[in-house]
């Protein structure tokens, strides 16, 4: 009896010791999520962005976070492995009250689930399925929590094929142009298809049967071959850039004579030194008003930014660190609107984001460019610029160096506003 | 009395076919069993949301691991293609809940009805096949499976993937991890007591003769098609009720979730779990399971740290969870080929007949 | 329907270029198989490792390119001779399904470990012909890709003579073909699978630095070890010939079924699954392939 009683207590005990323990603690910073690839088939191009999200927190941080409050993000690695991200993010739910976010499977896949958990999902996908936020466009769902800073895939591409229709102008060009769609069979270069054959068919384009080429590296003669004979004039690339340097290269060498047309993801500077000249004259879109080696007055701030993981001030930022700090930076001004207007929630993220119009956050003049979120229409960004790379074959050395030295050049050949067309929206 | 509820009799002293084929042997075994059911049940009061997910996995996970083993351990079969069955089991318990209307309860014994049927084609073909011929059969046949269903729009929405409702039971919403795993539970526990039985039936004995010596079991007069086939069958349905329970789980499936590394994933667990072990494979399960978790807390416990700075961690922690996957396999078969059921028997027989080597 | 014939022509002749890299690594394949009785799932992993070693050398110690590459033989060499005497030693005699485990758990360690110490994105090598491209049959190949092919020619007729005259050679083939009978007759079974193993290694170090040359290196060279089993099968997993042969009428089959598919189908990936499908018919029809021993019992 009484040792009964003992172990009555003692389970009392133990059952009271564990309830204090797991009394949540109340946190006072704001807790967000962050979604990246660092090694799977995105990771060089998710690697600059990642790093430039994380060290754009680490900068808020050491300014005092928002409104007081400092950002506890966790940082996962999910290689974009959809699966993986779903458990993550059924980790966080309930916990975060932002999310910035990275692919376009994962992103499509997690719709549902922010909308009904009320979350901002800030992606580094610009799928053009993502800027509806009413519903009842050809985009099918309704997304009014899913931001992005950025052109969308389809109108990026809208605008090269703009770019492209000019330029066959320019060049005085006779007949129909040949247009073809190269990518892999994946919603990422999916994206933008349907909507750039549609515009490239309205703009006198003679469309071509897309070419399939995948993700990853290889060796892609048999495509080169096929681009070859179609004989077209030009040519979307619409995979990221680690494949995108095996089919220039590939081409280079069986002769083809076309002009490419890359996408945001698909060509940058890391691109172009491992491409080396097989990336010459490749014509791609930036999201930012100014390139790492630009001068305008936000660089100032970028440049304190990327000292948070290179104190040392010598690495060279790709555009997509620029556009991954801009982002951040637009969800943390949100975020300062949402403290201020009954706190830092995720539905008042969002109206933080439609409070402003034609907006750059502060600190970041002639970066990032002016944006606009409204409740019905998230295209925030209708403006890109193009550029043109040069690249010359050369020894191994730093990007910053081969800037310097002028092997690799990126010159701003054009900027292109976009119509913000009802019937574009959404796809 | 009490003394020999956990003994057994130092030989064989059956008297009937039904005390032979027991498959508790003693009366704390089964205690055991029923305690551990019992203890589960309690579970989701004292774990959080993240053991409570990682049990859950266990649970879909254990049960095509479980079918492999039928496949693989029971009737001496290679399968390196199991991811895609799995797969298939999940995509078609989508289609049947979304596009068909089917309530979740009865999609999800549907589905692996659906992938024994799949199963079935692809073992009747396989069944003729021996050994290495059968590996890479099976390997070519999950490429072309992946394919299928990267390609399959109308099935498995093509690339982007589809969306899986979420359970429900007679109009009520099993909302939330903390009623699924119950669902899964009653699973796990109706599966394996299913498999514990087949084994002790003629067909059960039957594939086993198969794995053992086959021209003898053919002399036998055991079919060996039927029974091959039947083996490939089984697999399918235990890895489509695993794939379904794991689509309305997640509540989106994607086709680049099933690929080569996630067949291996199966076979690691049934090999480190042991071959031809029921309770081996939930054990390779678990193993595998929390594997990388492990991995993921030393990572963080290590972050910061002199060791972290000297193989960078942080960054490679993902690749090293995989060489640790691939090491884990390597070392397994290199020292202990039967799996960890075997290791087990020796602990429990070193303890039971101490000081006495076993 | 017009047939667009200088197109498919010239699918053919870079289907038999890159044919040829296929021969060579199913060539290493069938060696491991024929003198060690296993299934060598790893065999893309070791392309991967020489390719990676081979641009390391090259990048960090500015070695020439032919003494990199020489190191590098003899580094993969080395490699193969230590994992057959620590790894599969102690698997000798196991059934079928532990030996392949152990080699997809091998390959499975040695991608991580790979993508660990050099990364994820693709590298390429720094210019090694002083020519890039050069005109064969008229198309434009590059140099390194003719260099391949003549080297291929090269290994087989190497192996084709070591197998037939030299001592090593006939050792393996005996043992091959019974175990117990050559050794009773003095050959050493062990510094058979050893050197076996080394050998394979080697010859794939040196199809992977080809690759790695032509599309840089990268984690997803290794897939070309998934791409050897059609070619084996269709061969015969005991035949050096069939291997070869495999190779190139994989290699042409590729872009003959993108041709189908660019032109006629429009399918999409018809390139990359096309040789899976024909691995499954060569599996039902006539599993020995064409120049292997009709040793597989069917039920």
């Known amino acids: 009896m009484y040792v009964k009683r003992m172990r009555a207590g003692g389970v009392l005990a133990v059952g009271a010791l564990l309830s204090l323990a797991t009394t949540v603690v109340v946190a006072q910073g704001i807790s967000i999520g962050h979604l990246a690839d660092f090694s799977g088939p995105t990771a060089d191009v998710g690697g600059p962005y990642g790093q430039g999200v994380a060290d754009a927190i680490a900068y808020i941080n050491k ?28 980790n966080w739910s309930g916990r975060v009250v932002a999310i910035q976010g990275w692919g376009t499977a994962d992103t ?33 769902k309704a997304t009014p929590y899913n931001f992005f800073y950025g052109p969308s895939y389809s109108d990026a591409a809208r605008g090269l094929v703009q770019w492209a229709a000019d330029d066959w102008k320019r060049k005085g060009g006779q007949g129909k142009p040949k247009y073809v769609h190269m990518g892999a069979n994946h919603p990422y270069p999916n994206s933008p298809k349907a909507a750039a054959e549609e515009y490239a068919r309205e703009l006198g384009f003679e469309v071509l049967p897309p070419i399939q080429f995948a993700l990853t590296p290889g060796d892609y003669t048999a495509q080169c071959l096929t681009l070859r004979q179609s004989g077209a004039q030009y040519a979307y690339l619409g995979n990221t850039a680690g494949s995108n340097i095996s089919i220039l290269k590939a081409c280079q060498t069986v002769g083809v004579q076309v002009q490419f047309l890359g996408n945001v993801w698909g060509m940058d500077e890391n ?45 060279y930022r790709a555009s997509h660190y620029l556009a991954a700090v801009c982002a951040t930076l637009y969800m943390k001004e949100a975020m300062e609107w ?80 976009l119509p913000r067309k009802k019937e574009w929206l959404g796809w | 009395m009490a003394s020999t509820i956990a003994l057994r009799p130092c030989g064989d002293f059956k008297t009937s076919y039904g005390s032979d084929q027991i498959v508790f042997p003693t009366r704390l075994s089964l205690a055991f069993c029923i305690f551990g059911i019992v203890a589960l049940c309690f579970a989701p009061l004292v ?38 069955f799995f797969g298939f089991g999940a995509f078609a318990s989508a ?215 000297m193989l960078s961690l942080s960054e490679g922690i993902v690749f090293l969870r995989e060489m640790t996957i691939g090491a884990v396999i390597v070392l397994f078969l290199v020292f202990e080929p039967d799996g960890l059921a075997h290791r087990w028997r020796q602990i429990r027989a070193y303890w039971k007949l101490y000081p006495f080597s076993h | 329907m017009t047939m667009d014939w200088t197109l498919l022509f010239q699918l053919l002749v870079s289907g038999l270029i890159v044919g040829a890299l296929y021969g060579v690594v199913a060539m290493c394949f069938v060696l491991v198989y024929k003198a060690s009785q296993v299934v060598n799932f790893a065999q893309g992993e070791f392309m991967l490792i020489g390719a990676w070693a081979c641009w390391w050398l090259l990048l960090k110690f500015q070695l020439p390119f032919f003494a990199a590459f020489l190191t590098t033989l003899a ?61 064969v049959l008229g198309l434009q190949v590059k140099t390194v890709y003719a260099m391949s092919t003549l080297i291929s020619i090269g290994i087989m007729i190497s192996f084709a003579w070591f197998f037939k005259f030299s001592r090593m050679g006939l050792a393996m083939r005996a043992t091959a073909f019974n175990q117990q009978v050559a050794q009773s007759l003095g050959i050493s079974v062990r510094q058979v699978f050893a050197l076996s193993w080394g050998i394979s290694a080697m010859v ?37 010939v069939g291997a070869v042969v495999g190779g190139l009428v994989i290699g042409v089959l590729e872009n003959l079924a993108h041709y189908a598919d660019s032109q006629l189908l429009r399918w999409g990936n018809l390139y990359e699954i096309a040789p899976f499908y024909v691995l499954i018919l060569i599996l039902m029809i006539r599993p020995y392939g064409l120049f292997g021993t009709r040793d597989i019992e069917r039920v």
């Open chain 1, 63 to 90: 300014q005092g976070g928002v409104a007081g409050r400092k950002l506890e993000h966790e940082t996962v690695d999910y290689s974009y492995q959809v699966p993986r991200a779903i458990s993550t993010y059924k």
């Open chain 1, 108 to 140: 499509e896949a997690l719709v549902g689930f922010v909308t009904k958990d009320k979350i901002p999902y800030f992606s580094a996908s610009y799928a053009a399925t993502l800027t509806d936020p009413a519903g009842g466009s050809k985009a099918d």
């Open chain 1, 271 to 315: 691109a172009m030194k491992a491409a080396g000249s097989a990336a010459n004259n490749v014509v791609y879109p930036v999201r930012t008003s100014a390139i790492w080696t630009g001068k305008a007055p936000g660089m100032a701030l970028m440049r304190e930014i990327s000292k948070m993981s290179d104190p040392s001030g010598t690495a």
């Open chain 1, 338 to 417: 949402a403290a201020a207007n009954g706190g830092v929630t995720g539905e008042n993220i969002r109206k933080g984001m439609y409070a402003r119009q034609n907006w750059t956050p502060k600190g970041t003049e002639g970066v990032c460019k002016p944006s606009t979120w409204t409740a019905q229409d998230h295209r925030s960004l209708l403006q890109l610029d193009l550029y043109r790379a040069e690249v010359k074959d050369a020894p191994d050395a730093p990007i910053a160096e081969l800037v310097a030295k002028g092997t690799i050049q990126m010159t701003r050949i054009a900027t292109i506003d």
């Open chain 2, 47 to 84: 774990l959080g949301k993240y053991g409570l997910s990682l049990l859950v996995q266990i649970g879909y996970l254990g049960i095509a691991a479980l079918g492999l083993n039928i496949l693989v351990g029971f009737t001496g079969q290679i399968s390196i293609g199991h991811a895609v």
């Open chain 2, 95 to 309: 289609y049947f809940s979304n596009k068909l209307n089917v309530p979740v309860f009865f999609a999800i014994p549907l589905a692996g009805l659906a992938t024994t049927a799949v199963g079935l084609v692809f073992g009747i073909p396989a069944a003729r096949l021996k050994g290495l011929y059968l590996a890479i059969a099976t390997l070519a046949a999950q490429f072309i499976l992946q394919d299928f269903f990267a390609r399959a729009g109308w099935f498995t929405g093509g690339v982007a993937g589809t969306a899986a409702k979420s359970f429900s039971i007679f109009g009520h919403d099993v909302a939330g991890d903390y009623q699924y795993f119950y669902v899964v539970l009653v699973y796990v526990v109706l599966m394996y007591l299913a498999a514990t039985n087949l084994m002790r039936t003629r067909d059960g004995r039957s594939l086993v003769a198969v794995r053992d010596h086959y021209l003898s079991a053919e002399m036998m007069g055991i079919n060996l098609m039927k029974y091959r086939t039947m083996s490939f069958g089984l697999a399918a349905f235990y890895a489509g009720i695993g794939g379904a329970l794991y689509a309305h789980y997640l509540g989106f499936v994607s086709v680049e979730g099933f690929d080569i590394l996630f067949s291996i994933q199966f076979l690691a667990m049934i090999i480190i779990g042991g071959l031809g072990s029921i309770m081996g494979t939930l054990m390779g399960t678990t193993f595998m399971v929390l594997l990388p978790e492990v991995m993921g807390g030393l990572a963080k416990m290590l972050s910061g740290s002199a060791i972290d700075r």
């Open chain 3, 75 to 135: 580094f993969m060499m080395a490699f193969g001779l230590i994992l057959q005497v620590v790894v599969l030693k102690p698997l000798i005699g196991e059934p079928v399904i532990s030996v392949i485990m152990v080699t997809i758990g091998l390959s499975i360690f040695f991608q991580a470990l790979m993508k660990w110490l050099f990364g994820v994105s693709a590298q390429p090598f720094p210019p090694i012909f002083a020519q890039p491209s050069m005109n």
């Open chain 3, 204 to 240: 794939s170090a040196l199809a992977g630095v080809v690759v790695g040359v032509v599309n840089g290196v990268s984690p997803a060279l290794s897939f070309f070890g998934i791409k050897v089993f059609p070619a084996v099968i269709l061969g015969g997993l005991d035949s050096i």
